[in-house]
């Protein structure tokens, strides 16, 4: 079953799957958080020495359940727009890097040179624009990554318009269904001058990103903004 085949991401199987399993981890992570924070307040009220559990747990707790709500579930929203709007693309050897791509705006955690969709022989780069669970691609991504982890990631699965937003992925080991989903930003300091001339978007485009989480007239100059 070949992903590309299908006319959006979503309408693959696996990639349903994958996307659902995500969100399972993501509830069962929120509950067990909360579960074991009630666990230990009842404990506390019979055996006062678990309070030296309790409290810093509480801390750390409060922390992961921000990161649950604010990080984790909205990330999961942005990829299914993404993946319910684009088509699944595999390619091989895309080039990245951790280091600091030029005339990016804004914060990124790692860079992707993806095909320009009117112009197959130019590339455009798309950031990794968040933290969130990006320790694995780092690993894989870094300039001193083993072999056999940089092989990982040598065929990707890609869904988006890189004039504007896109989601990448890795396969499995069987290559059947994509894994560690990532959203990627458009964050190019000429972007919003160039989208709709030199790079050839028209309004149907822009249309379908919207759809998919890009707003074309506030996130560059947001991003801008957080870089000052």
Not at 28 to 47: D, P, Q
Not at 163 to 190: E, T, Y
Not at 209 to 226: C, E, L, N, V, Y
């Amino acid at each position: 079953m070949n992903p590309a085949d299908h006319p959006t991401a979503w309408e693959h199987p696996p990639t349903r799957h994958a996307w659902n399993l995500l969100m399972a981890r993501n509830v069962a992570g929120l509950v067990a958080w909360v579960g074991i924070w009630i666990a230990l307040l009842a404990l506390t009220r019979e055996t006062r020495w678990l309070l030296w559990i309790f409290i810093p747990y509480s801390v750390y707790a409060s922390w992961r359940l921000f990161v649950q709500l604010f990080g984790y579930f909205p990330s999961a929203m942005r990829e299914l727009r993404i993946l319910r709007t684009y088509p699944w693309q595999v390619l091989q050897g895309v080039p990245r890097g951790l280091d600091r791509y030029p005339e990016i705006v804004g914060s990124q955690f790692g860079w992707f040179e993806f095909p320009h969709p009117a112009d197959r022989s130019q590339n455009l780069p798309l950031v990794v624009s968040n933290h969130l669970r990006v320790g694995w691609w780092h690993r894989r991504m870094g300039p001193r990554a083993k072999p056999q982890l940089k092989a990982q990631i040598e065929t990707l699965w890609f869904a988006g318009d890189p004039r504007m937003i896109g989601l990448v992925a890795a396969p499995s080991p069987d290559g059947r269904s994509p894994r560690r989903f990532k959203v990627l930003a458009q964050r190019l300091a000429n972007a919003p001058h160039v989208l709709t001339t030199e790079w050839g978007t028209t309004p149907e485009d822009v249309e379908r990103g919207r759809r998919a989480g890009f707003s074309p007239d506030t996130a560059p100059q947001a991003a801008k903004g957080k870089a000052l």
